[in-house]
């Protein structure tokens, strides 16, 4: 089954967040950020206690996984709402 799916809010197609395409310098865990990131600040502002920017890089990764119930409420804000569907979470 393809993993792709249509953006209807940008009129463009973008893959579900794949696990073996993570950027570098998370832990190990649910959440992941992966290549299609585009830098937009959204999780960082959403979930700044888990989400941290590559600044030489230019992308956001996962710092530290949720240890909350509400920095997992933020996480999946941020799951939900990122423009390119770059976050995952494997569910483990
Ligand atoms: S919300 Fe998505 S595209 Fe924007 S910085 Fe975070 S991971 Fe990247």
Redesign the pocket.
Known sequence: MSRARDCSRAHLEFRLADPNDKVPGQPAGRYY?DS?????????E?APAN?I?NDEAG???VYKEPETPEEETLCKD?LD???????GNDGT
């Open positions: 950020v299609q990131c585009i830098d937009c600040d959204l999780c960082r959403t989400f920017r992308f956001s990764y941020a709402n990122c423009p390119v569907e770059a976050i």
